[in-house]
């Protein structure tokens, strides 16, 4: 499977979102994003070392139904997604009927991998949607071994403190911070 790849200005890429991921609506303008959220939780689940796999889930915590759109992790400047050759992902995989793929922001480093649907994908109260997996490259560098300009280290891709933000089939867009499932005892 061939990951897009796209590259794209902050604003273009809330455009993107907003006319192509967000069902019409009867009001215009910007939908801010907000958060931290909770209405949803996005964990995430390390599945192997190497090389470094991981599984999301999305859980509804409202006592409603959620309509959902689509996922992004990352978002703009955040270390935790700073892109450098070792640390691109090298496989996405969906849930059925949605899709993925990787965006920079204003031609940045810093990426953020997404997945869509063309039509919503409603969660139950307490339930969750899973099917959302990244693998990444194998990396070569350690934490510490690679700076940017200035001498500062380049932080390795952490999956597992990654931002995200969920846009809801209602226009609202919410965010938070993944959480962690990989020593939870099964």
Not at 4 to 15: F, G, P, Q
Not at 84 to 105: F, R
Not at 144 to 164: H, S, T, W
Request: with cysteine; net charge positive; charged share 25%.
């Amino acid at each position: 499977m061939k990951i897009k790849v796209y590259k794209v200005s902050t604003v273009s890429l809330w455009i993107m979102f907003l006319i192509l991921l967000i069902p019409d609506t009867s009001s215009a303008g910007v939908i801010p994003c907000n958060g931290p959220t909770d209405a949803v939780r996005v964990t995430v689940k390390q599945e192997s070392d190497s090389p470094p796999k991981y599984s999301y889930v999305i859980k509804n915590l409202r006592e409603t139904p959620i309509a959902i759109k689509a996922m992004a992790l990352g978002d703009s400047d955040h270390e935790e997604m700073y892109s450098i050759e070792d640390s691109l992902p090298k496989k996405l995989t969906s849930p059925i009927a949605w899709e993925s793929g990787v965006a920079y922001t204003d031609e940045s480093v810093f990426m953020r991998i997404f997945w869509k649907t063309k039509d919503l994908t409603v969660i139950a109260p307490g339930n969750s949607l899973g099917g959302f997996k990244v693998e990444l490259s194998q990396p070569k560098v350690k934490k510490g071994e690679a700076y940017l300009l200035y001498g500062k280290p380049i932080k390795v891709v952490d999956m597992k403190n990654a931002p995200f933000n969920i846009f809801l089939g209602d226009g609202v867009c919410v965010w938070g911070r993944v959480v962690d499932n990989s020593n939870e005892i099964k």
